[in-house]
């Protein structure tokens, strides 16, 4: 049973850019969130989605923005990049809305250049 | 401001040893406590989780104990192995901003 996808594993952009990172959720899970890990730090959590809509956000500009599939997978935009935005970005997959039987992606390391 | 901290970002110990690390919050609404173990290159991995209306849960090697009274977490790793290298975090779930992890700790095992 494979657990949660994510792809690219690594990417380099160049400040100003826009990046598209992707995920899939663990076979039986509904529900995509995503955090921002800086190196050194625990994770920050982004956004959540469930049947297609942002259900709950952090403190994040709108600059991150993301979308869910019917098939329940999930993409993170992230717009005008710039070099704080260097970091791990995880996903995590859980079967309903709440942090209950998270599990997390391996993640997508993501350097600005 | 509110987070979730850990009171150590190193932790070394002898292999074969019981290992105790310690996490601080300040959100008494905190319903939800996972930790958390993270390899190198590799997404956090569950260990155990507790609700606010448990004081102690134990699983496989793990323990955790919580104390609502003075706000404090703490995972205990009985006879500690080489592969418990790792970066250890808690996380607190406040209800509708998702986790709150701490910094983490990095757990290192002396032969």
């Known amino acids: 049973d494979a657990g949660v996808t994510q792809s690219p594993t690594h990417l380099i952009k160049t400040r100003g850019q826009q990046v598209t990172l992707r995920c899939s959720p663990k076979?039986?899970?509904?529900?995509v969130s995503w955090y921002q890990q800086a190196l050194g730090q625990g994770p920050q959590f982004i956004f959540q989605?469930?049947?297609?809509?942002?259900?709950q956000r952090g403190n994040f500009p709108d600059r991150f923005s993301g979308h869910q599939f019917p098939n329940y997978s999930s993409e993170l935009n992230v717009n005008a990049l710039w070099l704080g935005d260097s970091a791990l970005y995880l996903c995590?997959?859980?079967?309903?809305?709440?942090?209950?039987?998270?599990?997390f992606g391996s993640g997508t390391r993501l350097t600005v250049v | 401001g509110e987070s979730v901290g850990l009171h150590l970002p190193t932790l070394s110990v002898q292999e074969g040893d019981n290992s105790i690390i310690n996490c601080a919050y300040s959100?008494?609404?905190?319903?939800?406590f996972i930790w958390y173990k993270q390899e190198s290159g590799k997404g956090p991995q569950f260990i155990i989780d507790?609700?606010?209306?448990?004081d102690k849960r134990q699983g496989q090697r793990v323990t955790v104990l919580l104390n609502k009274t003075v706000k404090h977490l703490s995972l205990q790793i009985a006879a500690t192995q080489p592969g418990d290298s790792a970066v250890y975090f808690c996380?607190?779930?406040?209800?509708?901003?998702?986790?709150?992890f701490g910094k983490g700790t990095h757990l290192i095992i002396q032969p």
């Open positions: 995590a997959s859980s079967g309903d809305r709440g942090p209950y039987g998270y599990t």
């Open positions: 076979s039986g899970h509904d529900t």
């Open positions: 989605y469930y049947e297609e809509e942002e259900r």
């Open positions: 959100n008494s609404a905190s319903d939800y």
């Open positions: 507790i609700r606010s209306n448990m």
């Open positions: 996380a607190e779930n406040r209800g509708a901003d998702g986790l709150t």
